[in-house]
């Protein structure tokens, strides 16, 4: 799907921040034509998209900053997340938010973009999965490279996008959550077909990247930390850290963890998980692709 919609001169939007990518790898929800493209990055950026943005606002995740005044008039809240004088839904009754949207003026025109594929979710990738065996017994995939998690605007988050750049083309990288603006439009090729660039989904779709690599695990008769996959996870706290338990909790070892450490990594805490887990602290791209790749 085009990052920017092919047309907006008759248009008025609702924009879910950071759903809308995800929305068109949902059988449930790309059935519908009105969901087209996507608009927006990281949630660390909404201040300027939304300001830009002509039209209805509803947010329906925790990501939600305070709203300026530009826009505040815009915005809605649902579900879990709100915020004091913003208007929140309930019961599915999305009717002011839709009344606001049509009575937004929309782009006037239309704006080129870029395009990206998404959808790469654990039945996508494993009705694969013959291709994807084949190809690592006949060393045409050398290793799978899992970058994603949160995104913020603390310095030394470039990592990832360098990283990413720099990864041998006989590599595939899978991703998810909004980390993954940090590089999800760059066209990275395939590998007999397969995309070297996977786009899982959001954060919550953790669980199928741990389905995938629970699969592959399967399929090659070896342990998920025996196969030729690295994380490389950006941290901000919140849902990030039920992730990272979990991923604890399932034996993953070898994660590498950054730009900085969780908050509640005491120097006692980050003993057990070194000598349990072998948890690290990103480097740099070079050292740390060397480390995993050898020279």
Not at 54 to 79: E, H, W
Not at 228 to 234: D, E, H, N, Q, V
Not at 248 to 266: D, E, R, T
């Amino acid at each position: 799907m085009s990052v920017l919609t092919k047309s907006f001169a008759m248009l008025r939007f609702i924009y879910t921040h950071g759903e809308m990518l995800p929305t068109h790898g949902y059988p449930g929800l790309k059935k519908y034509a009105h969901f087209y493209g996507h608009y927006g990055t990281a949630w660390q950026n909404q201040a300027k998209e939304f300001a830009d943005f002509p039209g209805a606002i509803l947010m329906t995740t925790n990501c939600l900053q305070k709203p300026r005044d530009t826009y505040k008039g815009n915005v809605f809240t649902s579900g879990t997340v709100g915020w004091p004088g913003i208007p929140h839904t309930s019961d599915r009754n999305f009717k002011p938010v839709i009344d606001k949207a049509l009575a937004m003026p929309g782009f006037t025109e239309d704006k080129s973009g870029r395009s990206v594929t998404v959808g790469f979710a654990r039945n996508t990738v494993m009705s694969v999965a013959d291709k994807v065996i084949e190809a690592v017994k006949g060393k045409a995939i050398r290793h799978f490279f899992l970058v994603g998690g949160c995104d913020g605007a603390k310095a030394g988050r470039n990592y990832y996008t360098e990283f990413v750049e720099k990864i041998p083309k006989d590599c595939v990288v899978l991703t998810l959550a909004c980390g993954k603006f940090r590089f999800f439009d760059k066209d990275l090729g395939n590998i007999g077909g397969i995309p070297r660039l996977l786009d899982i989904g959001q954060c919550n779709d953790a669980y199928s990247a741990v389905q995938i690599a629970v699969a592959l695990s399967k399929a090659f008769n070896v342990g998920v930390n025996d196969l030729p996959l690295s994380l490389i996870l950006s941290w901000y706290e919140q849902k990030a850290v039920a992730i990272l338990l979990t991923l604890l909790y399932l034996g993953i070892k070898n994660i590498k963890l950054g730009p900085s450490l969780p908050a509640f990594v005491s120097p006692n805490v980050l003993k057990v998980l070194v000598d349990n887990f072998n948890i690290q602290l990103i480097s740099t791209p070079d050292q740390d692709l060397k480390a995993v790749l050898g020279n």
